[in-house]
């Protein structure tokens, strides 16, 4: 795919055939052929590779190579309602092609999906006859909350107590369900989605941490109140997306 990309066709008319036909009602028709000369701008070219491997090469040269088989070549329909009129109707059609310069040095950017942060070391095939790209990257996660580190510990300190296996409230915490029995499930108490993903004000799970009357008494019950920050922490985990990460 192109893209920023315009062509400008140079219409000489080399050797073409031009035919007008004129009607009793003085309308007039035109039949043309042509050749030309295309022109480009230097484009990034978009590769997209089966795998999640996309390259994007950066102000790369074109060249038409117009008069090379097949050529540059177009055929042109105009029609006049009649002789006076200064509006009509017209169909065109042209062949045009356009070939990356080859053995321009360019600059080239990879996209990939990681499958988790850190850096990445590797190699990327573009084909048989293109020598490998090396690639370092560093990948980071979009997400400033871990459900795995800074959620579930919370959990585990001051909520399994009461929410394990048999719950209070129907509801188990435990590391191996705890995301599972949360996100968008209905709580058969309150009758309230216990965590609506990006809907932190609500989901029951927040309120009943944060005490909105709404959802009823405030949790946990013993121990005192989550504090600023771990209260912080789920509202962000909630807004982005409540991830399992």
Excluded at 73 to 83: E, H, I, K, V
Excluded at 162 to 174: E, I, P
Excluded at 216 to 231: E, F, Y
């Amino acid at each position: 795919m192109l893209r920023r990309s315009s062509f400008l066709s140079l219409a000489l008319v080399l050797g073409s055939g031009v035919l007008t036909l004129a009607s009793l009602a003085r309308a007039e028709v035109e039949l043309s052929i042509f050749t030309g000369v295309a022109l480009s701008q230097d484009s990034d070219l978009d590769l997209h590779q089966t795998g999640g491997t996309d390259l994007t090469f950066h102000d790369v040269s074109f060249e038409g190579r117009d008069f090379e088989t097949p050529p540059y070549y177009g055929a042109r329909g105009l029609w006049f309602t009649s002789d006076d009129s200064h509006w009509g109707f017209g169909a065109e059609f042209f062949h045009m092609k356009m070939y990356a310069k080859m053995g321009d040095t360019v600059r080239v950017t990879v996209k990939f999906a990681p499958t988790s942060p850190g850096s990445y070391n590797t190699r990327v095939q573009i084909g048989s006859t293109c020598d490998t790209l090396a690639v370092t990257a560093v990948a980071t996660s979009p997400f400033t909350v871990s459900y795995a580190t800074q959620i579930q510990p919370i959990y585990n300190n001051r909520c399994i107590s009461c929410h394990s296996l048999n719950g209070n409230g129907g509801l188990d915490l435990r590391a191996s369900v705890s995301h599972a029995n949360t996100i968008n499930v209905l709580s058969p108490v309150y009758g309230a989605i216990r965590v609506i993903p990006g809907d932190p004000d609500n989901s029951l799970l927040y309120g009943k941490i944060t005490g909105n009357p709404e959802f009823g008494g405030l949790m946990p019950p013993t121990g005192g109140i989550l504090n600023a920050v771990q209260r912080q922490l789920f509202r962000t985990w909630i807004l982005e997306g409540a991830q399992n990460n």
